[in-house]
């Protein structure tokens, strides 16, 4: 068989197992608490509180499309055309056209141009933050987070482009395979280091104070059979009022991580459930089982990339004659941003049913509905959420249940045993 045979018959596997892993990892059987009760929460919260969330998102709204949109017009204009390839050797011209240079920096300017030109959105959104008061760090601050995630994304991105053409030069017919290993491999390794090596970049982290919260919140997560070292705060509050919680890391690096904000926001009986919802991700694997499927889905993505990269109309289109050339990486750009948009939709749903999933692990262990529920309104007023969003933006990205949704559910809870 060929090395495009194998290819094919490679792509078909991966695709079966992210099937299959969808299948069993993701709590489909848990259908969102009724509509009725949706509505009957969403009647419960305070009037002006849905409009200033629905004003906010209303606002963010523009913006954010114009710059969805911009990005796939400027990753189609360098991809589909022969501009990015001639950007690639522009940049590696200084250097004689070496391939390292071409594939390294070559591949950094394609991404900071289309970086620049939805800079001006990012910024728009920023001034948006800071008109409704969610953003705290100012202009000065918000340039210093941008070129901290451009340098990280520089040394990860320089990274990746060396390995992967190194690679297809070592091994120029079966790349694909190598490339394949290698992504799900730097997937994985930065599911272990991003919350170790990365997150302190943006954050201070410091161990919560000891005190009758820290106490409740050890013996819950021990209660619930999940090994936590520690709970740890973010230092969010320099740069946002918003409130958050979240688990990240893998085995050694796993932790939860609680904002600051939240632990001034909330009280410690909200504190409790969103940590138990937080517990629940742990105990149920999800970052595990998230890391899992994006290496995957990373390896199928090579495989893909390198059986559409030797369809000439393509290539012809982005002037290049193999996919395997520095030159080519726009058009890669291009055709990952379009499946990126493409698969947004799905991630979200599976996204919603693991979170319904820590939502419910969170009612069951704490048994205090009424706190969830209040924690809700309070993570949705703060965070100037839309309640009930609008349908279609809620398909498409909402990566959590609405409100009224995670409302509606505590209120299911409470019904089923009786409080
Ligand atoms: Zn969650």
Redesign the pocket.
Known sequence: MTPRGWALLTLAGLTIALVVLAALLIPWHRPPAPRADQLAALGDLPAEQVAKGREFRAALRPGGYTALAVGLLIALALGLTPLGSRLVELVGRPFGGHWAAQAVLGGLAVVLVADLVTLPFAAWRQSVLTRYGLSTNGWSGWAVDLLKSYAVSAVIGAVALFGFYAVIRLAPRWWWAFGAAGAAVLVVLLSFVLPVVVEPVFNRFTPMEQGQLRTELMSMAARDGVPVRDVLVADASRRTRAVNAYVSGLGPTRRVVVYDTLLREATPAEVTAVVA??LG?AKDSDVAAGTLTGALGAAAAVVALYLLGSWGPLLRLAGVDSVAQPRAFPLLVALVTVAGLVAAPVQALMSRRV?AR?DAHALALTNDPESFESMQRRLGSVNLGDPDPPRWEYLYSASHPSTVERMAAARAYAREVGR
């Open positions: 919802h937080e991700h979170e820590a």
